[in-house]
């Protein structure tokens, strides 16, 4: 791409050369009209290169803006993200030593269970839902009430729980729902009992 100062240097070149060429041919004087044109392409090239050089400026100018903002965002963004997946942690973990002292008829009744996860929820705004899954990989229950007895042995992040035992906190790949077209990430945390046994799955999207 041709620069701006170097159209400037060919429009004041040009000028000269027509100065010099200009007038009477035994004199080799310019002319009052010829030297009137040198200095007008003169004043052009000169406002021309400057112009060039201030539209230079200002692109790098809002380039190096863009890109710090950007950046910025970016990193921000990372630092939120971070935040929320250790506050997902520590609210699953919450979750699971809540379950430690709840009656095994509380959590047999649908809506006395439906009840305590829907409060565990609130208590984490960032959580879509957050379910509880046995060691047959079927939904025992969640915060909305809705899903009961649901498989969801094949959901990786339910998955990745039942096969490994040994396994704290998953984080899952962002998926975007059918029904709704929301963006949500799945967690899940293992569901442990006082002996420290694996009796399912705590889930949670994140949303």
Known sequence: MRRPWLRGATLLREAILTSATSGDSTARRPSMRALGIVLTLAALAVVWAAAGLF???????????SASVLDSATAAFREHAVQTFDAAELAL???????????????????????????????SPFFKVIGLVGMDGRLIGDSLGVNRGH?????PHVRAILEDPTRGFYLGRVFRTRTS???????????????????????????
């Open 55 to 65: 539209v230079s400026q200002r692109r790098a100018f809002w380039v190096g803006g």
């Open 151 to 155: 498989d969801v042995s094949d959901r």
């Open 181 to 207: 077209g929301a963006v949500l990430i799945p967690v899940s945390a293992p569901w442990r009992g006082a002996g420290g046994e694996l009796k399912g799955v705590i889930t949670g999207l994140i949303d």
């Open 93 to 123: 973990k919450h979750v699971g030593e809540t379950l430690e002292y709840i009656a095994p008829d509380e959590l047999g009744s649908p809506a006395r269970l439906t009840r305590l996860l829907a409060r565990l929820q609130q208590a």
